[in-house]
């Protein structure tokens, strides 16, 4: 089965700077997908990035990247200038290719000092 | 984008009642959706996954009298908490996923059961 290890339960970051969420998982297939997803205080989860297994061009959103490592079964989240709106649990997922389920991660609080 | 809506967003009940919660996909039809439960400052657990008009998979340790599900359109799928108890309270969180999309699931703002 696979599993997702988010080895951080709490960050923090000053505002407008850089944080780095760490994320590993388990698989023993090729092809699958990786995403983030934040929730805020409102409890909303909200996709943040997306990353396709194929793919290795690591996905970019605007101030939120990732650093996919297919060897090392690594999905990393980097945030770059950080803002106090970025405050939030950060969950890391993965799905299999041809599946439904996602498998998330146990989470990561982010808090962003002003 | 897709949205996913659900009602109630927060329900009070007594023990030993039952308690129904919807979920919506408001522009777009879902042929799956999932309902989760999240504990504070936990991760998400999924309970099952219901396909339109078939019976919903739970995974193992979900009682199913327990959690009824229907998703009988392509746009709505409800949970029934039966005979809730304390135990039960928790905070309830569905997803749908799109026909057309294979990757992405779209969630719904939770509902907040509490259970006296």
């Known amino acids: 089965a696979q599993t997702v290890t988010q080895s951080q339960p709490e960050m923090s970051v000053q505002e407008a700077e850089t944080v780095t969420l760490s994320c590993t998982y388990d698989?023993?297939?090729?092809?699958?997908?990786l995403f983030w997803y934040k929730q805020p205080p409102s409890r909303q989860m909200i996709l943040v990035i997306r990353?396709?297994?194929?793919?290795?061009q690591n996905a970019t959103e605007n101030r939120f990247s990732v650093n996919f490592q297919k060897a090392a079964k690594s999905f990393s989240l980097k945030i770059s200038d950080s803002q106090l709106g970025d405050a939030a649990m950060y969950f890391c997922?993965?799905?299999?290719?041809?599946?439904?389920?996602?498998?998330f991660g146990a989470g990561t609080i982010l808090r962003v000092k002003s | 984008g897709a949205v996913v809506s659900q009602h109630p967003s927060r329900v009070i009940c007594k023990s030993g009642t039952s308690v129904k919660i919807e979920c919506r996909s408001l522009?777009?039809?879902?042929?799956?959706m999932f309902w989760y439960r999240q504990f504070p400052k936990q991760s998400l657990m999924l309970m099952a996954t219901?396909?339109?008009?078939?019976?919903?998979?739970?995974e193992q340790g979900v009682e199913k009298d327990k959690f009824l599900i229907n998703h009988a359109s392509l746009t709505l799928s409800t949970l029934t908490v039966t005979s809730a108890h304390p135990e039960d309270s928790s905070f309830y969180i569905c997803?749908?996923?799109?026909?057309?999309?294979?990757?992405?699931?779209?969630f719904g703002p939770g509902t907040r059961l509490t259970v006296l």
């Open positions: 698989t023993s297939e090729s092809d699958y997908y």
């Open positions: 997803s749908a996923k799109d026909w057309r999309s294979y990757n992405e699931q779209f």
């Open positions: 219901s396909n339109e008009g078939s019976k919903a998979t739970y």
């Open positions: 990353q396709e297994a194929y793919k290795q």
């Open positions: 522009d777009f039809q879902a042929t799956t």
């Open positions: 997922a993965y799905k299999r290719e041809y599946g439904n389920k996602l498998v």
